[in-house]
C-alpha cells in the first residue's frame, strides 16, 4: 500500500446549523468576511439570511456575485482584485459549486496573485490561502469538503481542475434547510453527481479503506432516499442526500475521480453543458468499459442496487450496470449524449482534452483518447 | 436530528511515511519542533530516527520524554514550561497515547497557562494551541485523532478528561511499519483499546452516520485481521489493525464513548491500571446493561461477529455480545476484574468517579453509579 493522504474540513452539520456562521467565522480570525454567491441564492433569501447572521454578530461583509454556472476565469481576478481592495479576511461561499468554486479561485488569485491558469493541475499554490468557510446550498458538488476547484478558461474553451490540499476549506456549514428551497431537477441533477462521485471515487486507482466506506454509503443512501426526497421533498430524506453528498465528497476529495469526470470537465468547457446533466448519460458506459479493471468493485456496488445474485463476479457486475441504468430512467433525465451536445463534430477534439484531465489518471481502466471517444458514441 | 460536528486531522498514512515529518513540520510554520516521547519508543531506535529526519531536513529540535504512561499533571507543568523556555513553535508526539495526551496537555498550558486541572470537561480551552504533529506508535489510542486527552491529577487520584475541538493535531502521521517492534501484549491490549472505542462510539447517543459507517469499518478489521497480526507478526495486517484504529478514533472523537471508557478512566486514576487491560473486563457486561436501550445497533455488530442469525433482534444481540465474549477469550488476557484490581472495598467510590466521567453522557441507557457498580461485581 502507498502512503495515503486523508484530509476534510471541520464539519458543522445539521438543519439550522447557517446559525454557527458567524462563530465559526470569528474563529477563523474573521472581522471582515467576503461572501461570494450568485442571484439564485439571493431571490431564495439566503444571502440577506447569511448578512442578518453576520450583523447579528457585528461582523462587516463585503458581497461578491459577478459569477455565472461554470465559473469564468475573468470573474475569478475581478473577485481577487475585489477581496484585496475589501480588505476583507475570511473568504465566505454560499451556494452550489459555481459560487464555491469561485470562492476558491478568488482566495487562491488573493494570496498567489497571477493568473487562475497559472495552478491548473495538482499542487502548484504556493502560498497559503485566506481561511475559507463554505456553506453548500446543493447536495452534490461536494466542493465544500473538497480539494478541487473546477474552473472555466474562457479562450481555451476548458474547464481547467485546480487540485490542492490547501482548496479544503477551513470550516463546512451544511444545513440541509437550505435544500428544501430547491427545485425537483436541481435536487435530481445534484444527487446523480454526488452518486457518480461516489462510484468513480471507489474504483478509483488510489482509493482507501478511509474514502471506500465513505463511497459506500453515500451510494446507499441516495439509492434509498433520492426518489423519496423528490416525492415528499421532505425534510428527512433531504438530509440524508445531503449526508451522501458530503460522504462522496470526502470520498473522491482524497481518491479523485474516472472517466465520467474528465469527460464532463470536457464538455462543460467546450459546450458550457451543465455538470449534473451528462453523468447520468455517460456513467454506465464508462462502467462497461472499466468492468475488465474492476468486476469485484462494481459487483460489491450491486450489492446496494439489486437482491443478492446467484451468477459470477462478472455476471453480478454486469447486472449492477444495468441496475444503476433502471434507477437513473426511473427519473425524468435525459438519457443520451445527443440529447446534450447537438452536433457530433467536436467529439474528437472534445475526448483529446477530455484525455488530459487529472481525473482520468485515477480511471481504475487505462483509456486513450480512442477507448473516450467510443465511450461517447455508445453513449449518443 | 441535532447539529452534528465533525473534525479530524489532516492524516498521511502508510508504511514509510514518518519521512514526511520534516515536511509536515515546515508546512505547520516550524523552525525548532518540540519532540515528546518516551524510553521505550527511544530504546525501539525511532527517537534518534526522527531526529535524523528533522535533522536532514535543517530543522532544530527539542526533546522532553519526562513522562509516564497515565500521565501526571506535574509531568505536563514541567513540559509547559521547557516547552517555552525552549523557544519551539511545533509540538511533535510519538509514542502511544501517553506521550500524545501528554504532548496535548504541554500544548494547552504552553498557550494557556494556569493548572491542566482548570481544563477538565468540554469546551474550556480558550487560546489557540500551537501547532501539533503527532506520529502514534500504537494502534489503540487513537490521540493521534481525536479531540481527547486523559491526564491523570496525582492529588485527587483520577484521570481527567479533557475534551475540545482544538485538542484534534493538524496533522496526524500514522506509519505501521512502527508497529512491528511492538510486542504482542500490546498489539492485542491497543488493538482492543480501538475496537472498544469503535464499539462505544457506534452505541453513542450522539453517533451520527459519518461516525457509524467509521465505527463498523473498525470493528470489522480488529475481527478480520488481529489473530493474523498476533500470529504472524506481518506488516499487511498490523496495516489494516492501524486503519482500524484510525477508523475508530475519528468515530469516537467526534461522537464520543460510554460506561467501559468511563469505567476504565476511574480505574487507571485509582490504580494507575493499563488503560488497555480493563476494556475486555468491562465490555461484555456494559454492553448487557445496554442492551435494552439499543438491541438493534448491538445485532448489527453481530453481522461482524457472526453468522446470520435466525431469532430476534434481541437474541442475536445477545448471541453477539457472547460471539465478542468469545474473541476476547481466544486470546491470552484477563477475564475478571478481580485479576486487576485486588481489593474491592473502593468500588463504590470508584463507580461515583465513574459516574462524573464526561464518556458517560454519552452512553446508551442513563447509568447511576450504583448501575456501574452492578456492572462492576458483574466483571468482578
Not at 31 to 51: C, H, N, P
Not at 228 to 257: D, G, R, Y
Request: hydrophobic fraction near 40%; glycine fraction near 6%; include cysteine.
Amino acid at each position: 500500500m502507498s502512503v495515503i493522504k486523508f484530509s476534510i474540513p471541520e464539519i458543522i452539520f445539521g438543519s439550522g446549523s447557517i446559525s454557527y456562521v458567524g462563530l465559526c467565522a470569528r474563529q477563523l480570525g474573521a472581522e471582515k468576511v467576503f461572501i461570494v454567491s450568485d442571484s439564485g441564492l439571493e431571490k431564495a433569501g439566503w444571502v440577506s439570511r447569511l448578512i442578518d447572521l453576520f450583523e447579528r454578530d457585528h461582523l462587516h461583509w463585503s458581497y461578491y456575485s459577478d459569477i455565472t454556472s461554470n465559473p469564468r476565469d475573468y470573474q475569478i481576478h475581478h473577485g481577487g482584485e475585489r477581496y484585496l481592495s475589501e480588505d476583507a479576511d475570511v473568504i465566505v461561499a454560499l451556494g452550489g459549486g459555481s459560487p464555491m468554486d469561485a470562492a476558491k479561485g478568488i482566495a487562491i488569485i488573493a494570496s498567489n496573485g497571477g493568473q487562475i491558469r497559472d495552478y491548473e493541475g495538482a499542487n502548484r499554490i504556493q502560498k497559503p490561502l485566506p481561511p475559507m468557510l463554505f456553506i453548500p446550498s446543493t447536495a452534490g458538488s461536494g466542493s465544500d469538503i473538497s480539494q478541487f476547484a473546477i474552473i472555466t478558461d474562457v479562450k481555451r474553451h476548458i474547464k481547467m481542475s485546480i487540485i490542492s490540499r490547501t482548496l479544503v476549506p477551513n470550516i463546512s456549514i451544511i444545513d440541509p434547510y437550505l435544500l428544501t428551497t430547491k427545485g425537483e431537477e436541481l435536487i435530481i441533477s445534484s444527487a446523480i453527481d454526488a452518486l457518480c462521485h461516489a462510484i468513480e471515487s471507489y474504483l478509483s486507482k488510489i482509493a482507501s479503506p478511509f474514502t471506500e466506506s465513505q463511497s459506500l454509503l453515500a451510494i446507499r443512501l441516495i439509492f434509498q432516499h433520492l426518489k423519496p426526497a423528490v416525492e415528499t421533498k421532505t425534510l428527512k430524506h433531504l438530509c440524508q442526500l445531503s449526508i451522501a453528498s458530503t460522504a462522496a465528497a470526502m470520498a473522491f476529495s482524497n481518491a479523485s475521480l474516472g472517466a465520467v469526470h474528465a469527460l464532463a470537465h470536457a464538455l462543460g468547457g467546450m459546450f458550457d453543458t451543465m455538470h449534473g446533466l451528462v453523468h447520468p448519460v455517460l456513467l454506465p458506459h464508462v462502467l462497461r468499459f472499466n468492468l475488465p479493471s474492476c468486476p469485484e468493485k462494481i459487483s460489491q456496488i450491486g450489492e446496494i442496487f439489486m437482491a443478492p445474485q446467484l451468477g459470477s463476479t462478472y455476471d453480478t457486475a454486469l447486472s449492477c450496470i444495468r441496475a444503476i441504468e433502471k434507477f437513473f430512467d426511473s427519473f425524468n433525465i435525459n438519457q443520451k449524449l445527443s440529447e446534450i451536445v447537438k452536433d457530433d463534430s467536436k467529439l474528437e477534439t472534445l475526448c483529446k482534452m477530455a484525455y488530459n484531465d487529472a481525473c482520468l489518471l485515477t480511471n481504475p481502466r487505462h483509456a486513450t483518447w480512442e477507448d473516450l471517444l467510443m465511450i461517447c458514441k455508445e453513449a449518443w
